[in-house]
């Protein structure tokens, strides 16, 4: 049920991931005492102990469109947007073609799969803290699949101390 972080940049990197006493989990490329350490790797799913189909080409070969899509990415929320107290948080997958009907989308937020499955969907309040986001489309038919690039958005909560507060 994990799934893993996409890579940042196209190539392999390592991330921190640890929860501050306040229960919030934290994603970050600098080591913190009793950080877990996380793989990632470019373009595909990474997640930790599953196979992930990786269509990348050869050096020098022509790139295939992933699944049959020429453009499959997240443009929202954008890479490290931040949203203020109870924003709500608009996820939009960009999809040329259209999802056919043998594809399914899976979406994972935080390494957690989310339960929508459609293109475009909001996700209402969401605590504060740093996120990864991330969409995986499967071809039922085939069984290839094909991880986004993740984005990393932050959610920012109001502080008691501040006199801006209400």
Do not use: C
């Amino acid at each position: 049920m994990l799934a893993g972080l996409a890579a940042f940049g196209g190539q392999a990197a390592v991330v921190y991931k640890w929860t501050d006493a306040d229960g919030v989990v934290h994603y970050s490329d600098q080591s913190v005492p009793g950080a877990e350490k996380i793989y990632t790797a470019g373009g595909t799913s990474a997640a930790r102990g599953s196979a992930a189909t990786d269509s990348s080409p050869a050096p020098g070969a022509k790139k295939e469109a992933a699944l049959g899509y020429t453009e499959f990415a997240i443009i929202s929320p954008t890479p490290e947007q931040t949203f203020f107290g109870d924003e709500v948080v608009a996820v939009n997958l960009s999809l040329e073609p259209a999802l056919k009907p043998e594809q399914t989308i899976t979406w994972h937020l935080n390494g957690k799969d989310l339960e929508d499955t459609s293109a475009h969907f909001a996700l209402p309040h969401l605590d504060r803290g740093a996120y990864v986001i991330a969409a995986t489309i499967t071809d039922q038919a085939s069984g290839e699949s094909r991880t986004s690039d993740s984005v990393t958005f932050y959610v920012r909560q109001p502080s008691e101390l501040s006199p801006l507060h209400k």
